[in-house]
């Protein structure tokens, strides 16, 4: 890492565990950071008839929140200062979810489960990961951003699970600016929400087929 980033990774990371006392003498608010919905990379995916709700994805308290995570090892999470998600990070990953499933152009309806519309399917989410890494404890600054995310595709009304996976993707940071760290992120996510909606879109077309197909079969006898 250049001097750059070890003085602005540096510097979020400065004060990590008074972040609430320096809120209260400092009313500056935080950098706000956003991410941007992922594409899907396959582009002979039928287009699917059902619909489809997203809920929050359920996440650790550690991950729940409007603040980076970032960790030096796998038992110590801390959280750069004077940044912030715009939101908490479930919310905006949900979002983000749904508008991936929206430019994929390929599903009748799609939305949040808060929406209180009906559905035949109920996208579940755990979001695992979420965070900045340093590969090297000692370093000055963390070079690579993980996230994690695991799935359960849900059959509704009966609220059956018909198939689940865990999406990962490990990113590194390339550049010598905290934007550079924000553009993994965005990197890392934009994977996982594409791979999240070819399988969602896959599974949940082969389901509904097989559903529709018993629903004929009984009709007819």
């Known amino acids: ?33 956003t991410l941007t919905p992922g594409a899907v990379a396959e582009t002979g995916l039928p287009p699917v008839r059902w619909q489809l709700l997203v809920e929050p994805p359920a996440a650790s308290a550690g991950i729940d929140t409007p603040r980076i995570a970032v960790t030096r090892s796998a038992t110590a999470l ?26 994929s152009r390929r599903i009748v309806s799609v939305g949040r489960d808060s929406a209180g519309l009906r559905s035949d399917f109920l ?3 755990e979001l695992r990961d979420f965070q900045a890494e340093f590969s090297d404890a000692s370093a000055s600054a963390p070079d690579r951003v993980r996230v994690r995310l695991s799935a359960k595709l849900v059959a509704m009304p009966n609220r059956t699970i018909e ?17 550079d760290v924000i553009t993994a992120f965005n990197t890392a996510l934009g994977q996982v929400e594409g791979a999240l909606v070819d399988w969602t879109l896959r599974r949940g077309e082969a389901v509904f087929r097989a559903d529709a197909g018993r629903t004929g079969s009984a009709g007819s006898r």
Request: with cysteine; proline share 5%; glycine share 10%.
């Open 123 to 125: 996208l579940k989410t």
């Open 1 to 33: 890492m250049t001097s750059r980033l070890m003085k602005g990774v540096g510097a979020a990371l400065l004060a990590v565990g008074l972040m609430t006392g320096c809120a209260a003498l400092n009313p500056t608010a935080p950098n706000l950071y």
């Open 78 to 103: 801390d959280y750069f200062a004077g940044v912030s998600w715009a939101d908490r990070a479930p919310n905006m990953v949900q979002g983000l979810i749904v508008q991936s499933f929206e430019d």
């Open 163 to 179: 198939a689940g996976e865990t999406f990962d993707a490990v990113v590194p940071v390339r550049g010598s600016d905290f934007t």
